[in-house]
Nanobody, 122 residues
């Protein structure tokens, strides 16, 4: 069993930056593909970014490409989401997730955190 705990959400003005982190418990967490998803008010949860076990490959949603950067530190293990040039439409609850399978990008995630709220004001 893997537990994922997100941190770093908050209120920021448009154009600003935030860095989210997700601490994963359990030794096997370093063996998982990790990702970030988000759910805006009244909308379905959507994919944001995902990173391979080694951190050597990443994939992003078109809406965040060039603005967000996913990374990981397997020594901790923790996955990060650096969010720059934030827009009001980035406002959402951001969820960390882990996939145990081999496919990249994964079609399904097996473990989920409880989420952290990011609010971007004008």
């Amino acid at each position: 069993q893997v537990q994922l705990v997100e941190a770093g959400g908050g209120l920021v003005q448009a154009g600003g930056s935030l860095r989210l982190s997700c601490a994963a418990s359990g030794r096997t967490a370093i063996n998982y593909i990790m990702g970030w998803f988000r759910q805006a008010p009244g909308k379905e949860r959507e994919f944001v970014a995902v990173i391979t076990r080694s951190g050597g490959s990443t994939s992003y949603a078109d809406s965040v490409k060039g603005r967000f950067t996913i990374s990981r530190d397997n020594a901790k293990p923790t996955v990060f989401l650096q969010m720059d040039s934030l827009k009001p439409e980035d406002t959402a609850v951001y969820y960390c997730a882990a996939a145990t399978g081999l496919e990249f990008p994964p079609k399904n995630m097996n473990y989920w955190g409880k989420g952290t709220l990011v609010t971007v004001s004008l």
